[in-house]
């Protein structure tokens, strides 16, 4: 497990969050179960952004309790990450953080949200999560 004191993913861990744009995301239902849901994710070597609906049960989720899991597996391979997820639904940063996850979504990094892009995002009610990773684990 990698402890984040030194802020930073080791590469190997890295180079597989980058390589990957789906996770499942786990959050901390109000009775204490898990709720897990399937997102599209950005890692920027920073941060894990997350572009969600703001009346999913995540969104709820993590506007009681922060507190996060998020897997990135293929085949048998997996990465963990367990962190906070701070939500974003205020603009400009909501839709410069959901242009991250939709440039990797389409692999078109030169994409700019227009007046359209934006008013699709309002009717779609789109937010934001930001996961601040704290650790990691990675399996085979």
Same mark, same amino acid.
């Given at each position: 497990m990698?402890?984040?004191?030194? #802020? /930073?993913? !080791? /590469?190997? %861990?890295? &180079?597989?969050?980058?390589?990957?744009?789906? /996770?499942?995301? /786990? &959050?901390?239902?109000?009775? #204490? @179960? $898990? %709720?897990? @849901? %399937? +997102?599209? =994710?950005? =890692?920027?070597?920073? !941060?894990?952004?997350?572009? +969600?609906? @703001? =009346? &999913?049960?995540?969104?709820?989720?993590?506007? *009681? %309790? $922060? *507190?996060v899991a998020l897997l990135v597996h293929e085949g048998r391979k997996q990465l963990i990450l367990y962190g906070n997820a701070r939500p974003i639904d205020n603009d400009p940063e909501r839709i410069q953080k959901t242009l991250r996850v939709f440039r990797k979504l389409t692999d078109n990094p030169d994409f700019e949200a227009d007046a359209d892009f934006v008013s699709s995002m309002n009717d779609q009610k789109r937010t934001v999560l930001c996961l601040t990773i704290e650790k990691a684990m990675m399996n085979d």
């Open positions: 990698t402890d984040f004191a030194n #802020g /930073a993913l !080791d /590469a190997e %861990q890295e &180079t597989f969050l980058l390589a990957h744009r789906i /996770a499942v995301l /786990a &959050t901390g239902r109000r009775d #204490g @179960s $898990p %709720q897990v @849901s %399937q +997102v599209l =994710y950005e =890692y920027d070597g920073n !941060d894990v952004v997350m572009s +969600v609906k @703001s =009346y &999913t049960a995540k969104w709820k989720n993590i506007l *009681r %309790q $922060p *507190r």
